[in-house]
């Protein structure tokens, strides 16, 4: 009797300590996942102000991801911005009358990120992104503003366009629209583009708006988007990368009707908020995406504008 009771006592402590040892691992399983998520969340990262990173189609940090994502923080005192045009002089420069000279020239990402008119305050930037199209006569064609000064084309009042306002850095906004903002400081730093899919926080599948080519073929996407939060998230997705791209069913060139899983997830992923404004920039040949001394995607077609971001 005394054998079988003190078998059961041993038996009883063993199960003790082994659902502590359990309940502990499984705590720290916990915290470190908890570290992990935390880790991930630009918006919980006081020391973040800018974040390069690619991912797949369901928003998931991946080496081989098709998206290539740049987040940042607006507000943030470390950054600085400004856009650049293709032009054939030094940009802001004026005539012997006094009036802007708009001399245009077509230029490739790699010129247009590169040249003389890129440089702010004598540095390169840090990120840069393709964004308008590029009329016959080398002409930007939507709404573009940069550091106040404009270089707008045709379709400037019809087409939807990104901007920067000016101002101190807490008061900084990010914005999606079309043509002019109410408030001047707003107007400081533009992009045109086109394609709005997202306006006011709800999606829209504009395949049929951009009609069959596209839509459809031609398939590689420069884009950006603001979520309610205030951060941005610029997003290219070309299978032409110069970096490692592995294609699957889950990371693939986009059709309209992705956009809102892949931007809704990143927005998650890091804890960005929820999708607010969403834009299409030039398309087809003309995708391009810089960040750290690295030219993630180039492709063969003149820019109208680029927009770029300055490390102070």
Request: charged letters at 25%; proline letters at 3%.
């Amino acid at each position: 009797m005394f054998n079988r009771n003190f078998i059961g006592i041993i038996l009883i402590v063993i199960g003790i300590l082994s659902f502590r040892s359990y309940q502990e691992q499984k705590s720290s399983t916990n915290i470190r996942k908890e570290k992990t998520s935390s880790d991930n969340c630009v918006r919980e990262n006081a020391n973040t102000s800018i974040k390069f990173l690619k991912t797949n189609n369901l928003g998931e940090t991946s080496n081989q991801g098709i998206n290539h994502v740049i987040i940042f923080n607006p507000k943030s005192k470390e950054l600085d911005f400004k856009v650049n045009v293709g032009l054939a002089h030094k940009i802001y420069a004026k005539n012997d009358s006094g009036k802007l000279r708009q001399e245009y020239v077509p230029k490739l990402f790699r010129e247009i990120i590169g040249d003389e008119n890129a440089l702010l305050n004598g540095k390169k930037p840090i990120a840069a992104i393709n964004a308008d199209y590029i009329d016959p006569d080398d002409k930007p064609q939507g709404l573009n503003i940069s550091r106040g000064i404009e270089y707008s084309g045709d379709f400037k009042d019809k087409r939807s366009s990104f901007g920067i306002s000016g101002g101190e850095p807490s008061q900084r906004q990010a914005t999606i629209g079309v043509g002019r903002r109410n408030k001047d400081i707003l107007n400081y730093n533009m992009v045109g583009g086109n394609g709005r899919f997202y306006s006011n926080g709800e999606f829209k599948d504009i395949c049929e708006a951009l009609g069959e080519f596209a839509c459809k073929k031609a398939i590689n996407r420069s884009m950006a988007a603001v979520t309610d939060k205030g951060y941005v998230i610029l997003l290219v997705n070309d299978s032409r990368a110069n970096s490692d791209v592995k294609l699957t069913e889950v990371n693939r060139e986009l059709l309209p009707d992705m956009f809102d899983d892949v931007l809704s997830s990143i927005a998650r992923n890091n804890c960005l908020g929820k999708v607010q404004e969403g834009i299409l920039f030039d398309g087809g040949e003309s995708p391009g995406l810089y960040y750290d001394n690295k030219t993630y995607v180039e492709n063969l077609g003149a820019i109208g504008s680029v927009f770029l971001i300055y490390k102070k």
